[in-house]
């Protein structure tokens, strides 16, 4: 099994520039989740999702989109991107159930110029 | 969302135990203690969790106080690649979102 794979892993964007990162899971797994962790400072949840076709915000949500049109894959969409979204991405995905593990992928690692 | 507090780092000598503590006083009865870990460049993963009873798993076990305002996990021999920060997190059971709320964590050195 491949766990929790996210497509790209480095990427340089201009400011203003748009992107789509993807996360992909082999786990059945109904949750999924997208954050960001800034230098120092542990995790932040941008949004998330409880299911196929359904997405909510999370703590930091403004400037990005999500969709999650399969049950494997949730995207997350820069539309326009800002030098303060410069961060490392990680996805992660859970079972419907708190007594459960969450898996994560290796991150993206985003640098906007 | 209930809060935990962590040292911000330990030290700790290769193959003797480690205790990392966390307090989280305003734990609901519906909580349950998660510990991830990050190693560098890494994703975080799974490391333990509790809700009343202490646990053990291969990779360490969690002692949890019986009023549950703290937790330790606890790791028997530290080798080197046990050199993370460690986050311990409240995962509630109310949160529709079953969501891992991270604070900073506490970076464990392991020195040869």
């Known amino acids: 099994n491949a766990g929790v794979t996210q497509t790209p892993k480095f990427r340089v964007l201009k400011t203003g520039q748009s992107m789509t990162l993807l996360c992909a899971q082999d786990m059945n797994h109904e949750y999924m989740y997208w954050y960001r962790q800034d230098p120092g400072m542990g995790l932040r949840l941008i949004h998330y999702s409880v299911g196929e076709g359904t997405t909510a915000k999370g703590e930091v949500p403004d400037g990005y989109n999500v969709s999650r049109l399969k049950k494997q894959n949730f995207l997350l969409g820069l539309e326009s991107a800002a030098p303060s979204q410069t961060s490392v991405y990680f996805c992660a995905s859970s079972e419907d159930s708190l007594n459960t593990e969450a898996f994560f992928g290796q991150g993206t690692r985003l640098t906007v110029v | 969302d209930a809060k935990t507090t962590q040292p911000n780092s330990m030290e700790s000598n290769e193959e003797e135990p480690v205790h990392l503590p966390c307090n989280h006083s305003?734990?609901?009865?519906?909580?349950?203690i998660h510990w991830y870990r990050q190693l560098p460049s890494q994703g975080p993963e799974y490391v333990i969790h509790?809700?009343?009873s202490n646990v053990n798993n291969r990779m360490a076990s969690l002692a949890i106080a019986e009023d549950r305002k703290s937790s330790t996990l606890i790791l028997h021999r530290a080798t080197l690649r046990d050199a993370a920060v460690y986050y311990c997190i409240l995962r509630d059971l109310l949160d529709g979102a079953n969501n891992l709320f991270f604070g900073t964590g506490t970076r464990l050195t392991v020195i040869p």
């Open positions: 305003t734990i609901s009865g519906t909580d349950y």
């Open positions: 509790g809700l009343t």
